[in-house]
C-alpha cells in the first residue's frame, strides 16, 4: 500500500514512488543523500525518507515547493490539529469576512467557504513554518475538484489535477446551472490532514527549498559533495505551463487573481536548443552536491524528441556541465508507455507524448 503522503496533493508529471524505490535499491544504500532538482510533488523526496535515505529537493514552482516541503518535514499530526483549532478560533473572533474579488472567486466558492479559505491565506506563513505548511499542502489539495463527486473538496465543479481559466470556468459552470457548494474548510482540513497519517509519517526529515534549479547548489551549501544519488523527472519539452494550469493552487500561496503565463523560466521551454541549454545549466549547478562516484537517473520525455535525441542531449549536457568528471551512460534508455498524461489535460491544440525514457548515467 503506497504511503497516503505521497497523494496528498496531485501534480503534474510525477513518477510513481515504486520508479524511486527501484533507483534506491540500486544505486544507494541507508541514509545516503538523495538530490531531485525538479522535486514537483516531492515522490523523490518522501520515498527516499520512507526508505531511510536522506533527501533535498528543489523547485522553482512554489505549488511544488510547498507540498514537496510538506512531505519532507512532516509535522506532528497534534501540532497540525491544534494550528487548525487556533486558527478557526481566530476566524471565528474577527468581525470582518473577506468577500470574493471576482465573478470567478464568487462563482467557484461558496461565500462562507471563501471567507475561509482567504483567512488562511492571509494567515498561514508557508514558506517559515513547518506546521503551516504541511496545513497549506493539505488546502491546495482539496481547494479544488470534482463536488458533485466527494465532499471533500471546497470548490465549484472543477478538475481536481487542474486549475481551468477563470472566464471558461464561469460561463462552463453557468450553462449547466452549477452553484458553488458550502463547506467548512476547517473541518475538511481537520478530516484531510487526519487521513494522511493513516501510516506513520518518515521518522527523518528532508529539505526543499523555492528555487531556480540552477541556483540549487547555492542553496544547499551543507551537502557539497554528499549526494549519492540523483533521480529526477526535468520538464518535458513544449507540454505545459505550470503557472497556468496550476494557478488557482498559486494564488493561494500568494499569487495573481488571475494565470499569469511565464515563457522559458524553470517549468517551461519550447525551443529545444534552449531546452538543452537551460539543463545544462542545471547539470552545471547540480554537480557540486555530487559525491566523487555518484550516479544520476532522468525519466524524460517530449513531443518532438526521439528516445535517441534524447540520450544525445542529456549525455552531451552533463558532460559539458561537469568537464572535471567522467559521465558515461549506463543503458541506451528503457521506454514505457505513458498512461496518464496529466500533462495534456485540458490543453486544446496539444499533442500528447505516447513514451518517456529512462537513461542512467555514472558520474565518477
Known amino acids: 500500500m503506497r504511503h497516503p503522503l505521497h497523494a496528498i496533493c496531485p501534480y503534474f508529471a510525477m513518477f510513481p514512488e515504486r520508479f524511486v524505490a527501484e533507483q534506491l535499491l540500486a544505486y544507494t544504500r541507508p541514509k545516503d543523500l538523495v538530490f531531485d532538482p525538479f522535486c514537483g510533488r516531492g515522490t523523490t523526496v518522501l520515498e527516499s525518507l520512507l526508505n531511510g535515505r536522506a533527501a533535498i529537493g528543489s523547485d522553482i514552482n512554489p505549488v511544488a515547493a510547498c507540498v514537496a516541503g510538506a512531505k519532507a518535514q512532516v509535522p506532528e499530526l497534534q501540532a497540525v490539529l491544534a494550528r487548525l483549532n487556533a ?6 473572533a474577527i468581525d470582518e469576512r ?30 517559515d513554518d513547518p506546521t503551516d505548511r504541511f496545513i ?6 482539496v481547494l ?18 487542474i486549475s481551468t481559466k477563470p472566464d471558461y470556468s464561469v460561463r462552463w459552470w453557468r450553462e449547466r446551472g452549477l452553484e458553488p457548494p458550502e463547506r467548512d474548510a476547517f473541518k475538511i482540513l481537520r478530516q484531510a490532514a487526519s487521513f494522511r497519517y493513516s501510516k506513520l509519517p518518515p521518522r527523518a526529515h528532508g529539505k526543499v527549498v523555492l528555487t531556480d534549479s540552477r541556483k540549487a547548489a547555492e542553496r544547499f551549501v551543507e551537502h557539497n559533495g ?13 507540454t505545459t505551463d505550470y503557472s497556468e494550469d496550476q494557478w488557482l493552487r498559486l494564488w493561494f500561496l500568494g499569487g495573481s487573481e488571475r494565470p499569469v503565463h511565464r515563457l522559458n523560466r524553470d517549468d517551461r521551454h519550447t525551443v529545444p536548443t534552449d531546452y538543452w541549454s537551460f539543463l545544462s545549466e542545471v547539470w552545471n549547478g547540480t554537480e557540486p552536491l555530487l559525491r566523487e562516484s555518484s550516479t544520476i537517473v532522468i525519466r524524460i520525455g517530449g513531443t518532438r524528441l526521439a528516445k535517441d535525441a534524447l540520450l544525445e542531449g542529456l549525455q552531451s549536457g552533463l558532460s559539458e556541465a561537469m568537464k572535471r568528471r567522467t559521465v558515461r551512460a549506463l543503458h541506451s534508455g528503457r521506454s514505457s508507455e505513458i498512461t496518464k498524461r496529466q500533462t495534456n489535460s485540458f490543453r486544446p491544440g496539444t499533442k500528447p507524448e505516447r513514451l518517456e525514457h529512462d537513461f542512467t548515467f555514472q558520474v565518477t
Open 144 to 161: 479544488h475538484g470534482e463536488s458533485h463527486r466527494s465532499a471533500m473538496c471546497l470548490s465549484n465543479r472543477m478538475p481536481r489535477t
Open 136 to 141: 497549506a499542502a493539505v488546502i491546495l489539495g
Open 226 to 238: 554528499k549526494v549519492a544519488l540523483v533521480v529526477t523527472s526535468p520538464p518535458y519539452l513544449d
Open 98 to 127: 473577506a468577500t470574493p474579488p471576482s465573478d470567478f472567486f464568487a462563482t467557484c466558492f461558496h461565500v462562507k467557504t471563501f471567507a475561509q479559505i482567504a483567512f488562511l491565506r492571509e494567515r498561514l506563513t508557508w514558506q
Open 87 to 92: 486558527l478557526e478560533e481566530l476566524f471565528e
